[in-house]
């Protein structure tokens, strides 16, 4: 069965600190995917990034960054010089590879708050 | 505004009372999801289509719930004989087989 957990429920910091989420994921897939969604207060989910399984480079959006490491089963979302606009929850998610529903499994979320 | 609409935003009901909610995906895209996302929780399956054809419900997915794309393009999940348990938010997401969901704005529901 495939799961995501997100152990961090709320995180707290001042605005232009660095924070980073946490995601560990299980599944028995060898081909599967990973995203990051974030949904602020409106409650629309809005996507940030996909990572397909056999691409475990880190990538880097601006300040936005993402660890993919198979060995762990994790795939941690850093944010860099964090801004209040960045307060909203993510959620880490999983779908199996190709010709699957690619049905998303998510995590619980983490709610994050950057205080001026 | 080409991205998911969902249709009301909002709806306040009465147990036992019908609802039913509209969701128009990308026009592009042939899938079609549906999620239901507690308060505190994560967003969790509940069906998809692929064009017209509904291909997975999910065991959440009770008798008193029904969902169809008759023409493979909108979308209606309609919930009845509510319950207060139903109160969530129903999210819609749509996408090209292989590429990313993307998320409509969600139906809250609340039911009293």
């Known amino acids: 069965a495939q799961k995501v957990t997100q152990a961090q429920t709320e995180i707290s910091v001042v605005e232009k600190e660095d924070v980073t989420l946490d995601c560990v994921y299980e599944t028995r897939d060898t081909t599967y995917y990973l995203f990051w969604y974030k949904q602020p207060p409106s409650g629309e989910l809005v996507f940030l990034i996909r990572r397909n399984s056999f691409d475990e480079q880190n990538e880097i959006s601006g300040r936005y960054s993402w660890n993919f490491q198979k060995s762990t089963s994790s795939f941690n979302f850093t944010i860099t010089a964090s801004q209040v606009v960045d307060s909203a929850v993510y959620f880490c998610a999983l779908s199996k590879g190709v010709d699957s529903s690619y049905k998303l499994i998510f995590g619980s979320g983490t709610r994050l708050l950057v205080r001026p | ?112």
């Open chain 2, 1 to 112: 505004d080409t991205g998911v609409s969902q249709d009301p935003r909002h709806k306040i009901t009465k147990r036992g009372q019908n609802v039913t909610f509209r969701c128009d995906p990308i026009s592009e895209h042939n899938r079609l999801y549906w999620y239901r996302q507690t308060l505190g929780q994560g967003p969790e399956f509940l069906t998809y289509f692929q064009n017209e054809a509904q291909l997975e419900k999910s065991r959440l997915l009770s008798d008193r719930f029904s969902a169809e794309r008759p023409k493979g393009s909108f979308s209606t999940l309609e919930i009845q004989r509510t319950e207060q348990g139903d109160s969530a938010m129903y999210l819609c997401a749509s996408m090209v087989p292989g590429e990313t969901q993307y998320f409509g704005p969600g139906t809250r529901l609340l039911v009293l």
